[in-house]
């Protein structure tokens, strides 16, 4: 997997490979140390120097441009563009400087920021009819809201605008078309709806390319009080400069359904797009992923867009913040005397790849680490046998409990621990069923399973006796403290890896690292050993629950290795040893793991070898805030993508459903049974919202009202 070069996806001049290393290379520090000095130059460099430019666009502009007079370009996201993700993430960098100088006092400043302005906007629109504000406005109200701000109102105001001057780039395609546009004597103007001040913004543009700007070639919201969205800035602009208007702009509404309403000619730009984020909070810790996610996003809607390219871009951004902050706690927890850590396949694969590469920046660990191949077949599945007398209700369950469609195929299939019994439990539920194709019932099962009571119980002791020889192999028996990594959730295999190590005379003390931790490991701890969580666990808020629980998917697919399922162990004739016997790959397991599950994988490796991040200051907190971040407030080119990923919750690893369904459900009935496949809630409530009409939005609004409530009216803004 990580040996091998990524195939490449043409571009227009490069191919996707030929970003690979230069992506990750190119800049002289880690991003999340950029941050310290506010210094972007090297990231506003790097953009501007793999930017591939848009001539056939540009062509096309300056031959549309001689029927019109005036040639109007929007500023943000346009002409020009931030280096952040998110244009509140300003806002995340300014309180973050102001809590390095002056203490606690502004720890929450980012959110308050973006608060304080909605409030200021709707006062001076209440007592004075604006459409739009100022900065200074801004903050004029915020000291008079909270009076232990006052005194640092200025220096606040000259730290935002010196923010955002660093943050701020050129859009090169559309520098490129403005220069031949003042080579032709058109006129020009740039319209935009900001609070910034004009003549700042002015000045910024000239500063960055766009020279010779005329005196009245600027026209910004917050110094006319109107704005675009409302259509009322638009209505001024053809009173003073007529009507035969070329404009061009990011925003559907504000930028084409608004002026094409008073007869503007517009097109559609938005290759320098940022996405808005809808979060519970602006948070500091967000800006690693912000920044990473943004400098990828923009190399590469410069030069090629495809699946592997999101893919491979989400590992090198969000994957190697969240793995490799889960492998910092891994190694800053691990307790004195652990003898191995051994991470559990087929999820613990990228993890282990991810603690490896950590491992190889300090010097000084010597530490055992081990790949177990085992499964819920091989530790849970066996550990059955233990309940005795509740045997045909546990594997009634175990078996049934996903609400299926079962066969007494997948039963017989389920039972086999490559033992004589195998076959006479096969025979005897040919006996039973018939047909083992056949769907059968749940009551049919228990059945079944009470009528061969014994039978069953064997082969489970069968399979605990399969599984201790292998443990024994990979050293579990020996050592008297080791610890296991898994992604989660509800700590059974820890649990029966240790009843399995108690049942064969072993006092091996397991401890589990894991992503999350759901309620269910309540009462396990006594048996299975010490669980330490790294980001959920049953004792955080249930808000914070909620979104890890929405990550389940992502977390588990796309780090798997590249094998099935183990469903057992066979000795080989040749190395003696215990070696896993895999289910087999379906089409769709093979197709995702190779279009989406090992591009995501050598971007993960890619960034952390080449140190896009620094590893020492990945941390709860900024793998917590990236998974908001995608999560909690998608945009449609990320739902999509991540509507390709199919994940698997059943035993036998046998059925997968999309993590996000497209077809929208005709009854609000229809709506729920999708969320019983779909844990993700809210992406797939977006992704409706996005693609339904105003009918289906009124069906959607009481279910958003009721399902995502729990996360404020922050997050909720994203659907009204």
């Known amino acids: 997997v990580f040996g091998e070069k990524p195939r490449c996806g043409k571009s227009r001049n490069k191919s996707v490979c030929a970003l690979d290393k230069e992506v990750t290379t190119m800049l002289e520090k880690p991003i999340n140390l950029i941050f310290e000095?506010?210094?972007?130059?090297?990231?506003?460099?790097?953009?501007?120097?793999?930017?591939?430019?848009?001539?056939?666009?540009?062509?096309?502009?300056?031959?549309?441009?001689?029927?019109?007079?005036?040639?109007?370009?929007?500023?943000?996201?346009?002409?020009?563009?931030?280096?952040?993700?998110?244009?509140?993430?300003?806002?995340?960098?300014?309180?973050?400087?102001?809590?390095?100088?002056?203490?606690?006092?502004?720890?929450?400043?980012?959110?308050?920021?973006?608060?304080?302005?909605?409030?200021?906007?709707?006062?001076?629109?209440?007592?004075?009819?604006?459409?739009?504000?100022?900065?200074?406005?801004?903050?004029?109200?915020?000291?008079?809201?909270?009076?232990?701000?006052?005194?640092?109102?200025?220096?606040?105001?000259?730290?935002?605008?010196?923010?955002?001057?660093?943050?701020?780039?050129?859009?090169?395609?559309?520098?490129?078309?403005?220069?031949?546009?003042?080579?032709?004597?058109?006129?020009?103007?740039?319209?935009?709806?900001?609070?910034?001040?004009?003549?700042?913004?002015?000045?910024?543009?000239?500063?960055?390319?766009f020279s010779n700007l005329d005196d009245d070639s600027i026209i910004v919201s917050s110094k006319y009080r109107l704005l675009k969205g409302s259509g009322n800035l638009w209505e001024y602009i053809i009173q003073k400069k007529g009507d035969s208007i070329l404009h061009i702009g990011d925003n559907v509404h504000a930028?084409?359904?608004?002026?094409?309403?008073?007869?503007?000619?517009?097109?559609?730009y938005n290759r320098a797009a940022s996405k808005r984020r809808f979060l519970p909070q602006n948070n500091?810790?967000?800006?690693?992923?912000?920044?990473?996610?943004?400098?990828l996003h923009l190399i590469s809607n410069s030069n090629s867009k495809n699946s592997e390219t999101f893919w491979l871009n989400l590992g090198r951004s969000w994957g190697a913040i969240v793995y490799g902050a889960f492998a910092n706690f891994i190694l800053n927890k691990l307790p004195e005397g652990i003898e191995g850590i051994y991470f559990l396949s087929r999820d613990g694969f990228l993890p282990l790849k991810v603690f490896e590469r950590v491992l190889d920046k300090k010097k000084n660990y010597n530490l055992k680490i081990s790949y177990l191949y085992v499964s819920r077949k091989t530790l849970t599945l066996p550990t059955l046998f233990f309940e005795k007398q509740n045997i045909p209700e546990k594997l009634g369950f175990y078996l049934g409990g996903f609400g299926r469609s079962l066969s007494p195929l997948k039963i017989v299939e389920s039972l086999k621990f490559g033992s004589d019994v195998d076959i006479e439990i096969e025979h005897k539920a040919r006996k039973f069923f018939g047909d083992l194709n056949r769907k059968i019932s749940n009551e049919e099962l228990v059945n079944f399973i009470?009528?061969?009571?014994?039978?069953?119980?064997?082969?489970?002791?069968?399979?605990?006796?399969?599984?201790?020889?292998?443990?024994?192999?990979?050293?579990?028996?020996?050592?008297?403290?080791?610890?296991?990594?898994?992604?989660?959730?509800?700590?059974?295999?820890?649990?029966?890896?240790?009843?399995?190590?108690?049942?064969?005379?072993?006092?091996?003390?397991?401890?589990?690292?894991?992503?999350?931790?759901?309620?269910?490991?309540?009462?396990?701890?006594?048996?299975?050993?010490?669980?330490?969580?790294?980001?959920?666990?049953?004792?955080?808020?249930?808000?914070?629950?909620?979104?890890i629980g929405y990550a389940v998917p992502l977390l588990e697919e796309l780090a798997m290795?590249?094998?099935?399922?183990?469903?057992?162990?066979?000795?080989?004739?040749?190395?003696?040893?215990?070696?896993?016997?895999?289910?087999?790959?379906?089409?769709?397991?093979?197709n995702q793991f190779e279009k989406i599950v090992l591009p995501f994988q050598r971007g993960v490796i890619e960034a952390l070898e080449n140190e896009l991040f620094d590893l020492d200051s990945l941390d709860r907190e900024t793998a917590?805030?990236?998974?908001?971040?995608?999560?909690?407030?998608?945009?449609?080119?990320?739902?999509?993508?991540?509507?390709?990923?199919?994940?698997?919750?059943?035993?036998?690893?046998?059925?997968?459903?999309?993590?996000?369904?497209?077809?929208?459900?005709?009854?609000?009935?229809?709506?729920?049974?999708?969320?019983?496949?779909?844990?993700?809630?809210?992406?797939?409530?977006?992704?409706?919202?996005?693609?339904?009409?105003?009918?289906?939005?009124?069906?959607?609004?009481?279910?958003?009202?009721?399902?995502?409530?729990?996360?404020?009216?922050?997050?909720?803004?994203?659907?009204?």
């Open 37 to 209: 000095n506010s210094d972007f130059h090297e990231v506003k460099k790097l953009v501007l120097s793999k930017w591939d430019i848009d001539y056939d666009f540009i062509n096309n502009i300056l031959e549309m441009s001689k029927k019109y007079q005036l040639i109007s370009f929007d500023i943000f996201d346009t002409a020009v563009t931030r280096i952040f993700s998110c244009p509140t993430d300003v806002f995340c960098e300014l309180e973050r400087i102001l809590v390095a100088r002056f203490g606690d006092l502004f720890k929450g400043f980012a959110t308050l920021r973006e608060d304080i302005e909605s409030e200021a906007r709707q006062k001076f629109h209440r007592d004075f009819g604006y459409e739009d504000i100022n900065i200074y406005e801004i903050y004029d109200y915020l000291a008079l809201v909270y009076p232990k701000f006052k005194n640092y109102i200025s220096e606040i105001i000259n730290l935002e605008l010196q923010i955002e001057k660093e943050a701020i780039m050129p859009v090169p395609d559309i520098l490129e078309l403005y220069k031949q546009l003042k080579s032709m004597n058109k006129q020009i103007m740039f319209v935009s709806d900001m609070y910034l001040p004009q003549d700042w913004l002015k000045d910024l543009l000239k500063d960055i390319g």
């Open 624 to 720: 917590l805030e990236t998974i908001r971040s995608l999560l909690l407030s998608p945009d449609y080119e990320e739902l999509i993508s991540l509507a390709s990923l199919k994940h698997c919750s059943t035993v036998d690893h046998k059925d997968s459903f999309p993590i996000i369904f497209a077809s929208f459900p005709s009854k609000r009935k229809e709506i729920y049974k999708v969320f019983e496949y779909n844990p993700w809630d809210l992406g797939q409530l977006k992704l409706w919202w996005i693609l339904g009409d105003d009918k289906k939005k009124a069906l959607l609004r009481e279910v958003i009202n009721e399902r995502l409530s729990i996360f404020g009216s922050r997050v909720l803004r994203q659907f009204y």
């Open 561 to 590: 290795e590249y094998t099935g399922s183990v469903t057992g162990y066979r000795l080989d004739s040749i190395t003696n040893k215990y070696v896993p016997i895999f289910q087999e790959l379906d089409k769709h397991e093979r």
């Open 284 to 295: 500091p810790a967000r800006l690693p992923y912000s920044l990473s996610y943004r400098l």
């Open 450 to 547: 009470n009528k061969n009571k014994d039978l069953i119980s064997q082969s489970l002791h069968d399979g605990i006796l399969n599984t201790i020889k292998y443990l024994q192999q990979e050293g579990l028996t020996n050592r008297s403290k080791v610890a296991i990594v898994d992604i989660g959730w509800a700590g059974n295999l820890q649990t029966s890896l240790a009843s399995i190590l108690k049942y064969g005379g072993y006092d091996t003390i397991v401890y589990g690292f894991y992503i999350g931790l759901w309620k269910d490991v309540v009462g396990k701890f006594y048996k299975a050993g010490p669980m330490l969580s790294f980001l959920a666990n049953p004792f955080k808020d249930f808000q914070e629950q909620k979104c």
């Open 255 to 268: 930028d084409i359904k608004m002026p094409e309403k008073y007869g503007i000619r517009t097109i559609l």
